[in-house]
């Protein structure tokens, strides 16, 4: 019935834009008058890997905080799956969030349980009613798909900063996100470890058919991974474009990322 119901709303694939997150007009100010977003507008459809550039400090983070309801925005509108989440229930937004992945800078592990137990720990917090045969079953599944099926014994402190990346995946991964947003997943890590997570958060695209916001300053990463990009500069969005277009773009500030 379902599959049925889909293929009547198939369209042709250029046309096939279905919007999942769309902010309108976000503003943010901290305290008196330290105002970081003055109208920020994006939109990431289906399938799609956005990237967002810009300066340390332009708000990136927060404007992905706003996203999964860290951070309060002052004014605008964040619609997710074609809801605003700014004006819906504690409810409706737990609905909505456990859809939403999101991959935090630090990974933040839990230090004193192993791989299987930060694992099992998340997918226990919010499917309560999984036996212990399931929960073993996700964590593999979770594990294979960042290719580190053996570390499952392991205790975070064993592991590499290339390892934990990949298990923080693994963890955001275990709730199987229709959305995950990544915060420079990329920084810290050397040049070849960066590229196998970049290649792993496209690979992740295509097989979880996520559609995804991606905030880096590691250019190869953008490059691999991204659909389109956006550049937040001044708490607005400047530029917008491929990689290709960006890299020659006419605004010399833009090109500097791509030095
Ligand atoms: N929770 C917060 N409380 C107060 N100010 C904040 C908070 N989060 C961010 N800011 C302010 O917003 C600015 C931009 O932060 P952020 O979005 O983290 O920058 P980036 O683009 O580097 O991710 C910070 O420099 C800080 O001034
Ligand atoms: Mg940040």
């Not at 708000?59 to 509108?77: F, H």
């Not at 720990?121 to 580190?148: N, Q």
Request: net charge negative.
């Amino acid at each position: 019935m379902i599959k049925e119901e889909k293929n009547i709303e198939a369209k042709p694939k250029e046309k096939n834009k279905t919007p999942i997150i769309e902010i309108k007009d976000l503003h943010k100010t901290f305290g008196k008058d330290n105002t970081i977003l003055k109208g920020v507008n994006l939109t990431v459809n289906k399938g799609e890997d956005l990237v967002i550039l810009g300066r340390s400090g332009s708000g990136k983070s927060v404007t992905i905080k706003c996203i999964v309801g860290l951070i309060e925005p002052d004014q605008g509108e964040i619609n997710v799956f074609g809801e605003n989440i700014l004006n819906i229930s504690k409810k409706e937004l737990n609905e909505i969030r456990v859809k939403i992945g999101f991959l935090f800078q630090s990974g933040a592990l839990y230090d004193s349980m192993s791989v299987r137990e930060n694992l099992a720990f998340t997918l226990r917090a919010h499917k309560r009613d999984l036996s212990e045969e399931e929960v073993e079953k996700e964590v593999i599944e979770a594990l294979e798909s960042v290719g580190l099926g053996d570390a499952i014994d392991k205790m975070p402190a064993e592991l590499s900063g290339g390892m934990r990346k990949r298990i923080g995946l693994a963890r955001t991964l275990i709730l199987k996100p229709e959305i995950i947003l990544y915060d420079e997943p990329t920084t810290g890590l050397d040049t070849i470890t960066s590229r196998e997570i970049s290649e792993l958060i496209l690979d992740i695209k295509h097989k979880q058919k996520t559609s995804s916001i991606i905030i880096t300053h590691d250019m190869a990463c953008a490059k691999m991974t991204a659909d389109r990009i956006m550049v937040l500069k001044d708490g607005v969005i400047h530029a917008e474009g491929t990689y290709e277009e960006l890299e020659k773009d006419e605004d010399e500030w833009v090109r500097s990322f791509f030095e």
